[in-house]
């Protein structure tokens, strides 16, 4: 609705969105950025107007939106990620420019709403990048929602207004497991546990010759991008994510004027890049996973995933050099996959694997 209340454009057409479904694809709605004409500027960007009224109240824009979005969409989108990365502050990127106890309405808002539109609908908390704050020595922004909504003395009834917390992580395959870690633990504090979602992860290349991006912060081989799939997709399993998302499958016009840096899978030209593959090769030995467990953390990284009648071991060096790792043998032969799919069976000696 970038024009008026009365405005309706679809963000995806029903044959698209049939399409994606068809395919077995979950679809998830982010729910983000007020229009310039809903906007309350005494609380600053982002922040609807008429958002203190109550939830089905025909003057709270951002509830009469949101119950319009969700009715028309249950039962095909039913997992809604409410706001992106509130926690980046005064930038070029900054979507919410409210308080925190601000967010904390338009959560108790978003909830009412999506519960009532949609029964079978779950809420997502924002996806948080973590570092915008951790790098500047800022308290972090999920913290600091979390004690808004743990003071309202009505918002355990409601389950604190959100069912799902939602990470993005981005260049480091280690943050994976180390930020899942974190915040779960960090639900636990204010007595909470849900269910995390990586809703984003990549590391974009910088020297693709197709798009090479000149006095990159983080120098990034092609090789480095598909190994990064690989390693953090395992780590994120261990790290206790529910769900974890690659952003994104391709390239598209508008990027550019986003991110100096190539995210997709895919070029724009349909061309694959190396982590496509190692993608596919992740999605295929990862698949039903139970439960991951990172068993080794020195010069070399083991994780171990956990899917029912089958485990998969991902093994890593964690320096430049190379690594003899020796794994104990489950079964009397395993499939030994390398990142770019390439599958021999191997047998153990004496009851182990040396790799």
């Known amino acids: ?87 980046i502050w005064e930038s070029y990127h900054q979507s919410w420019g409210g308080s925190v106890n601000d967010f904390a309405q338009l959560m ?59 990470l993005h992580i981005y260049f480091r395959s280690e943050d994976m497991y180390d930020l899942p870690v974190f915040y779960h633990n960090l639900m636990r504090e204010y007595g909470m546990e849900k269910p995390l979602w990586i809703a984003e992860t990549n ?37 206790g994510a529910q769900r974890i998302a690659v952003f994104k499958m391709i390239d598209t016009e508008r990027d550019l004027a986003a991110n100096p840096e190539p995210f997709g899978l895919v070029r724009a030209d349909g061309t694959r890049r190396p982590a496509f593959t190692a993608y ?27 899917r029912g009648a089958q485990l998969t071991t991902v093994v890593w060096s964690r320096t430049p050099g190379s690594q003899t790792v020796i794994l104990p043998a489950q079964t009397t032969r395993a499939l030994l996959v390398d990142m770019w799919g390439r599958a021999r069976t191997v047998y153990p000696e004496r009851g182990y694997y040396t790799l």
């Open 1 to 87: 609705q970038p024009d008026g209340s009365e405005q309706w454009n679809l963000p995806i057409s029903d044959d698209q969105l049939a399409g994606e479904l068809a395919q077995g694809r979950q679809v998830v709605g982010l729910v983000t950025n007020a229009p310039g004409w809903a906007t309350d500027l005494s609380k600053g960007v982002g922040v609807p107007q008429g958002l203190y009224l109550g939830h089905s109240d025909p003057n709270n824009l951002w509830g009469r939106f949101l119950a319009a979005l969700v009715s028309r969409y249950a039962g095909r989108i039913d997992h809604w990620i409410i706001w992106n990365e509130p926690d």
């Open 108 to 166: 108790r808002v978003s909830y009412f709403v999506v519960k009532e539109a949609n029964p079978n609908g779950i809420v997502h908390a924002p996806a948080v990048t973590h570092w915008w704050d951790a790098n500047y020595g800022r308290e972090l922004y999920f913290r600091r929602l979390l004690k808004a909504l743990t003071a309202d003395p009505t918002a355990s009834a409601s389950n604190y207004y959100f069912d799902v917390a939602t």
């Open 203 to 239: 590391a974009p290349p910088s020297n693709d010759p197709a798009r090479p991006v000149p006095d990159a912060p983080f120098p990034i081989s092609l090789e480095h991008q598909a190994a990064y799939i690989v390693q953090a997709m395992a780590l994120g399993v261990a790290g």
């Open 280 to 306: 596919r090769v992740a999605t295929t030995y990862l698949a039903g996973f139970r439960s991951g467990r990172w068993e080794r953390r020195d010069d070399a990284s083991v994780v171990v995933i956990d």
